[in-house]
């Protein structure tokens, strides 16, 4: 299952890098796909998206799922 989240607050590569680490540590993520411009995230997976939203969260990030 494809799940699209919409990120706010990255600027640069390190920020794409701590979204792409936060989401791989979920359980039920398979694989992870984020881009700075647009800030999104693909989440491949049967992770829940509350997990995914809260693990981006406590990053210091805004995620919301796409088209919500």
Do not use: F, R, W
Request: proline share 3%; charged share 20%.
């Amino acid at each position: 299952m494809k799940t699209e989240l919409n990120i706010t607050g990255m600027s640069c590569g390190h920020c794409v890098s701590a979204v792409e680490k936060a989401l791989k540590t979920v359980p039920g993520v398979q694989d992870v796909q984020v881009t700075l411009q647009p800030g999104k995230a693909v989440v491949e997976g049967s992770a829940s998206q509350q997990d995914m939203i809260a693990a981006v969260v406590e990053e210091g990030y805004k995620a919301e799922v796409a088209g919500a």
